[in-house]
Each structure stands twice: as C-alpha cells, then as structure tokens.
C-alpha cells in the first residue's frame, strides 16, 4: 500500500487532535474534581453515581420526614404531659370535695376550677402543629378534634382515616358501616398512604378468581383514576398487601377474598397519621382524642355536682376513680410516644450513617485522584507538543521538496 503525503498528513493531524482532546479531559477533570464529567466518561461509573445520589436524596427525605415526625411527637409528649399534671390537680379538688366539709360557696369555686382545668385540657388537645395539623383527630388532623355543644359536653370530631361511606354504591360490600379493619368479602384493610396526597372517594372492585389469583382495581370517583395489581388469593389465616402508589392507597386482602363489582365505594379524608422513616417504615404520629371523651363527660357531671352541691361526695369519688384512669391511660400514651421517639433516633442514626456512606461511595466513583491527574497532564501537555513539533516538519514537505 502506497502512503501518500496527504494520508501521512491526515494521520498526524489525527493524532495532534487526539492527544489535545485527551489533554482537555484531563484539565476539565482538575477544574471539577470529578473523574466523570459527562456520561461517555466512563458509562458503568456514571450509572452507579445516578443510583447513589437517587439513594442519597431518599435518605434525605427520610431524615426530614424523621424530624417531621420529631416535632408531632414532642408535641403530642407535652400536650400529654400537661393534660397529666391538670388532672392530678383535678385529683387533689376531687379529694377534697370528697370530705363533704366545704361550704356551697366553696364548692363553687372548686367547680370553676375544675371547669377551668377541663377547658385548658380541651384546648391542649385542639392544639396544632405546623400552624393548622391537630395531633389528636386521627388522620382527619385539618379538623378540631374537640368540640363543645350548647351544654358543654365535648364531643369527638377526627377519625381514624378510612372510612366506608353509605348510600347506593357506598360500601355495602364492604361492610361494616365504621369501615377498617374488619371489612368484607376478604378485604382486610385498606389504608390511605402517608402522606395522603388526594382526598377524596375510591372504589374498589375485585375480579372473581382465575387460577387462584384476582385482580383487585381501585378507581378515583372524581377522575376516573385507576390502578389495578393481581394477586394470589392468600392461604387460610395469610395475607397478602397491596401497594397502589398511583391513587396513594394500601389494601390488605386475607383468604376470604371474593368478586366484588357493585357497592365499593369508601372515603379517603384525613391527612395521613405517619411519616416514613425508612424504605418500607411508617411511623405513626398522631392519636385520636376519642379516648379522653369519657374522662372529660366525667370532669363535667363532677362540676355540675360542684355547682349545684348536690351529691357531691359521689360525684367526687366517681371522679377521683376515672381521673386515675385516664392518668393511667395518659402514662401509656407518653411511653408510647417515648418508644416511637426511641425508633425515631435509630432510623436517623442509620439514616445519617447512610448518608455518609453514599458520599464516600459517590466520591470513590467519581472524584479524581490529584496527583494522578496532575501527572497525567504534564505527560500529554509533553506528548501534544511533541506531536506538534513532528506535525510541522511533516506538514511542511510538499512534492518540490522530494524532486530537489
């Protein structure tokens, strides 16, 4: 093969354009920090970083989901604490009255005290957090989970989420009336995710079963939103969950499943009750203040009785009897909340010590080694010039300087 002085020329060329792209690379690479500074770099490296910095901004989340929930749980603690300490002064009037040595106008000012303990009680309770969430109503936490009526009984306003409406269509098969758990013709529970990012009505329909296996659909009313997996009809006493992330909706089917085609409808109406702390780990944060409702109608018959000096002696036994059990029940609460707190420092030990580890994975991946690369530059910037000065004298010869 004959080689011409053009292909000699477009081969030097070739190479002088080489080693200043290689040269370049390495500068970029100084200038970033990084090995990888685009995808064609090195394609596995760049593939590893995406999927180390997809896990770092998840971890990332939950430790913002972890302080999040800090907060709901400091508050619900010191509301719990402070409905404690009001109800041992309760204790302390109940006792009193209970000598039946008070005269009717000390009785009465015991009542006022009593009644403003319990409205510093219900206040606490209706207390928020994040300016407008109410720890106490269950997942209905945009809603003031006590209210008081013409004669002052309270009454409980949240629930606990998922609810099965009534009406045409409105969850017959789904039944009970109240909803979740305990549901019908299979389907054990179904659960809003949190957060809960669309209020609203659901259907829920469920094929007859094919091989073992049915197709559970759930269906947005407003929309038309759907999503349907299918899934093997669960052994006696199993279950299986099913997680539609589309519509933010969890179901749990048992072994009874069954078709269901006609009345499916339930409601999604609370704000979620958890915060997930870790892949697959919800934590729930907030209580219903239905518990209180009995402690509370007792606090009143107790003022009532203050206020008229009747039977006051038996009111404040009564009394003393259920305010030990709500103080009792308030302790259970605050070492509940004591334990998720607990769960609450490992996830974010882990969390943390997550974090830190992707980092030095990201930085092994992609980050330069310094003295490498500055070595690195200084052989090319020696073999770019070395190829320019060679370029030259070849590119210099032309056909009059080979017939001299």
């Known amino acids: 093969m004959r080689v011409t002085t053009r292909m000699l020329t477009s081969q030097v060329a070739s190479q002088i354009m080489a080693n200043a792209e290689a040269m370049q690379q390495t500068q970029r690479q100084l200038t970033s920090g990084k090995r990888i500074t685009r995808p064609g770099d090195d394609p596995a490296a760049a593939a590893a970083g995406v999927r180390l910095r997809a896990q770092q901004s998840r971890d990332a989340q939950y430790l913002r989901n972890i302080e999040h929930a800090r907060t709901w749980l400091d508050t619900t603690d010191r509301v719990l604490s402070d409905i404690g300490d009001l109800l041992g002064r309760a204790r302390e009037l109940a006792v009193q009255a209970s000598t039946g040595t008070f005269t009717s106008g000390d009785t009465k000012q015991l009542a006022e005290e009593i009644n403003a303990i319990r409205s510093q009680i219900i206040s606490a309770v209706n207390g928020t957090v994040d300016v407008d969430q109410h720890v106490f109503s269950g997942q209905k936490s945009d809603i003031t989970p006590l209210v008081l009526d013409a004669n002052g009984n309270a009454s409980y306003q949240g629930d606990t989420g998922v609810t099965i409406g009534t009406g045409t269509g409105a969850g017959s098969d789904l039944a009970p009336a109240n909803g979740i758990p305990n549901v019908d013709n299979g389907i054990v529970q179904i659960a809003a995710q949190s957060p809960v990012t669309s209020r609203g009505s659901y259907s829920i329909a469920v094929s007859a079963p094919v091989g073992g296996s049915v197709t559970v659909t759930l269906t947005r009313v407003s929309d038309g939103k759907q999503e349907a997996q299918t899934v093997a009809v669960p052994a006696s006493g199993k279950t299986s969950a099913l997680e539609f992330s589309t519509v933010g909706i969890n179901v749990v089917v048992g072994s009874g499943l069954t078709a269901i085609a006609g009345d499916n409808v339930f409601e999604v109406d609370g704000l979620g009750l958890g915060h997930e702390v870790a892949q697959g780990a919800v934590l729930e944060t907030n209580i219903s203040a239905s518990a209180m409702l009995p402690m509370l109608a007792q606090l009143k018959t107790f003022y009532d009785a203050l206020l008229s000096g009747t039977a006051v002696n038996s009111a404040s036994n009564t009394a003393i009897g259920q305010i030990d059990v709500a103080v009792d029940r308030m302790l259970s609460l605050r070492a509940q909340v004591g334990a998720k707190t607990n ?62």
């Open 343 to 404: 769960h609450l420092d490992f996830a974010q030990a882990r969390g943390e010590a997550r974090d830190v580890e992707n980092g030095r994975l990201i930085s092994v991946n992609e980050d330069i080694d310094l003295t490498e690369a500055l070595s690195r530059l200084t052989t090319q910037q020696t073999v770019y010039k070395a190829s320019l000065e060679i370029g030259s004298r070849v590119m210099q010869n032309s056909l009059m300087d080979y017939l001299r």
